[in-house]
């Protein structure tokens, strides 16, 4: 199946929850239809993040570890790398336990942000749902907001890069009005896998 095809059927999706959502909803069916959706879709994959956040987890708790090796050593560098990698690989870590789910997930990304761009027709409060930064300013202002605390949140249980969750404000001041709503609330679906999955695992053979 092609690329387009599975972003047509997504598109019918939308259109069909909107119209089961529409007698209880008015007017505000298809963009709750694109939250819905959206919620639904990283239900679907969050066995993918998952694992990513398991991995890094891992990956955290053996810094220590890895640190040590790198010490010892360092006049050996094929060595520390070889020990490296074995300390990752039976205490399930290293960068393809991280990745691999991340590559896994970007279709389904790709696939709600191509959506997103052409949305089925709709408004919230009043305002298409292809607007653009201008011609919603009261409904982005809110969603920025929402942004910037979802990015602060995230930032500060983060070790490195903390300016990364911040990218997504431009990002969604750019996006029409139905790409910065599930922006907006693909991000917070983040957020609260952070707070289910990104606590400190104990490391091991397991």
């Given at each position: 199946m092609s690329f387009s095809a599975v972003?047509?059927?997504?598109?019918?999706?939308?259109?069909?929850?909107?119209?089961?959502?529409?007698?209880?909803?008015?007017?505000?069916?298809?963009?709750?239809?694109?939250?819905?959706?959206t919620v639904l879709v990283r239900l679907l994959i969050s066995p993918l993040s998952y694992l990513q956040a398991r991995g890094q987890r891992r990956a955290q708790a053996l810094a220590p570890q890895l640190e040590k090796l790198r010490e010892k050593h360092r006049e050996d560098p094929a060595r520390m790398l070889s020990e490296s990698f074995a300390l990752q690989r039976a205490n399930g870590a290293g960068l393809l336990v991280t990745l691999l789910p991340a590559l896994a997930q970007a279709p389904f990304f790709m696939i709600m942000y191509r959506v997103a761009l052409d949305p089925p027709a709709g408004v919230l409060f009043g305002a298409p749902l292809t607007a653009h930064l201008w011609a919603?300013?009261?409904?982005?202002?809110v969603l920025i907001a929402v942004a910037l605390l979802l990015a602060r949140w995230t930032a500060r249980r983060m070790t490195a890069l903390r300016f990364?969750?911040?990218?997504?404000?431009?990002?969604?001041?750019?996006?029409?009005?139905?790409?910065?709503?599930?922006?907006?609330?693909?991000?917070?679906?983040?957020?609260?896998?952070?707070?289910?999955?990104r606590r400190p695992v104990p490391t091991g053979n397991r």
């Open positions: 972003t047509n059927a997504v598109h019918a999706a939308i259109e069909g929850l909107a119209a089961l959502l529409g007698p209880a909803t008015g007017s505000f069916a298809v963009a709750l239809a694109i939250v819905v959706f919603a300013l009261p409904i982005y202002a990364l969750p911040y990218l997504t404000v431009p990002v969604i001041a750019w996006l029409p009005l139905a790409g910065a709503l599930y922006l907006v609330t693909s991000t917070a679906c983040t957020a609260v896998e952070h707070a289910l999955w």
